[in-house]
């Protein structure tokens, strides 16, 4: 066995792994990576199918993010939010606040100039402050305690209760999971967690009330819905309102379920909820760690924004940033609001309204230089033209996929898809959990080097937005040959 391989095993807890099949076999030990690609120490090459868990977007060894590192570093590679400002933190939360505001969407530039030229600083930006953290489990976790602290102060008369979706992943530390529905992940944990409330999600694939006939082309029609799961969760936010408790927030992945299994929600879905509960007083925290920075791509005839939330017209009153935020390369978040939430944390030092919550690497320069250098990159004409192709591509790809008796359906938005396998589509029959299903076609893919992770059966392709064609041609080939090598009887 390979040193570094017996180091792993001997030292390393690897997440959301079962460390006993683990120690089975030698594992991938990454050494380098260029653009789309990586290597393993032995020097063979993979391409990077799922972004290496969904952060990275131009590639690795970007020769743009390396040099603003580079930078950096030769000038100081970390200091303290704790009392200090630094430069990149600074220059960077203006250009998150100014991708964070289209015009279109900004209530006090429509009044004032309905005709922003783009990248044109807003005067009265919606969302005005960026409250930097380090993962996307801290960032959705700020987003709670600024709207529960919020919520707490501004109807001091109920306490703060809190909806989200079913499948809701928003990451792993107590807060983030108790806002989270999977199962799975979260039931041992329980007795640790607060109570919050779920509503139906628009999972068409496996909808309870989709009774079309099991044809291929229901899979993506679904004409006999009617809209089922928002009536859901109109009637849980007219309950809590009734109890004259509404929620203090809603929090959403927008557009794309992620971890839930890659659950692509219909057009006009999350205009409608957010619609009803900003009518019902209740916030919306958009959790985009997952669909930030361009991932949902473009929609047709909707004007372009890196937010998934802005797609769908609605501007949220927190925006969680994190995995895509810094092209991939560093753990770095951000947690935006408006200066509404801002404004209730004023006050005299010894009123103590401060929002206590901070951690040792808020602000980190280097993390904020490589988010510059991304942000950059995305505005680039390049660059979009080329995520604008890749969009098509996936999905005339993808396309081929259809015609595979394991394959019950193909969601795709923008730059990431999921890919639901099951027993056999016209029954959509779903594997047991136990027959790793997902995990041995990932298997199979990576020892013909393409490497993706599984959501239980659900294959999860996203590029990094550098991805050529005929890598991107690649990567669906070879799902396919695994999926008919794995799973044909
Ligand atoms: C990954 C993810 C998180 C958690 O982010 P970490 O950086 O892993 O803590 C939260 N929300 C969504 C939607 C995610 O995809």
Redesign the pocket.
């Known amino acids: 066995m390979h040193p570094i391989a017996k180091a792993d095993r001997l030292y390393v807890w690897h997440p959301f792994t079962q460390m006993r099949d683990w120690a089975k076999k030698e594992p991938i030990i990454i050494a380098g990576g260029k653009g789309s690609l990586l290597f393993d120490i032995h020097g063979k090459e993979y391409l990077d199918a799922n972004s290496s868990i969904?952060t990275n977007i131009h590639g690795h060894n970007h020769p743009k993010i390396n040099a603003a590192i580079n930078r950096q570093l030769q000038q100081v590679a970390h200091t303290s939010a704790l009392g200090l400002a630094n430069v990149p933190a600074s220059l960077l939360a203006a250009e998150l606040v100014d991708a964070a505001n289209p015009p279109d969407l900004n209530a006090s530039s429509r009044v004032s100039s309905p005709a922003l030229p783009q990248g044109h600083r807003l005067k009265n930006p919606l969302l005005s402050k960026v409250f930097y953290s380090d993962?996307?489990?801290?960032a959705?976790e700020v987003a709670l305690k600024l709207a529960y602290e919020f919520s707490r102060r501004t109807r001091p008369e109920s306490k703060p209760r809190f909806l989200s979706l079913s499948g809701a992943?928003?990451?792993?530390t107590i807060g983030?999971v108790s806002m989270g529905h999977i199962d799975l992940f979260h039931k041992a944990y329980d007795g640790l967690l607060f109570k919050t409330d779920q509503v139906r999600a628009p999972y068409c694939y496996r909808c309870p009330s989709n009774k079309a006939a099991p044809e291929r082309a229901d899979a993506r029609t679904y004409r006999q819905c009617r809209n089922e799961c928002l009536d859901d969760v109109e009637m849980k936010l007219d309950r809590q309102a009734r109890r004259k408790t509404p929620y203090a927030a809603f929090m959403f992945?927008p557009v794309m379920q992620?971890?839930a299994g890659m659950i692509a929600q219909p057009q006009g879905y999350l205009r409608q909820v957010a619609g009803m509960a900003r009518s019902h007083g209740t916030l919306l925290i958009a959790?985009e760690?997952?669909t930030g920075f361009g991932r949902t791509g473009f929609r047709e005839g909707v004007a372009p924004s890196l937010f998934a939330s802005h797609q769908e017209g609605v501007q949220p009153d927190f925006l969680c940033l994190?995995?895509a935020m810094t092209g991939g390369y560093l753990p770095m978040?951000a947690t935006l609001t408006t200066r509404t939430v801002f404004d209730q944390f004023l006050g005299k030092y010894e009123d103590f309204k401060t929002f206590f919550h901070g951690h040792s690497f808020t602000g980190n320069q280097l993390g904020a230089a490589a988010s510059l250098a991304s942000m950059e990159l995305l505005r680039s004409t390049p660059v979009q033209n080329r995520r604008i192709q890749l969009q098509r591509v996936m999905s005339d790809e993808l396309a081929s996929l259809w015609s595979l008796p394991n394959v019950g359906d193909i969601r795709q938005e923008g730059l990431v898809a999921g890919i639901e396998l099951v027993k056999d589509w016209r029954t959509r029959t779903p594997f047991d959990l136990s027959q790793r299903a997902g995990l041995k076609v990932c298997e199979e893919m990576a020892s013909r080097g393409i490497l993706t992770r599984p959501i239980g059966s659900i294959l999860v392709l996203m590029p990094p937005y550098c991805t050529t064609p005929s890598q991107l041609r690649q990567m669906v080939t070879v799902m396919g040959e695994a999926i008919q090598k794995v799973l044909k009887r």
Do not use: C
């Open positions: 969904w993962d996307g489990s801290t959705t992943y928003h990451g792993d983030a992945e992620g971890a959790d760690v997952m994190a995995k978040a």
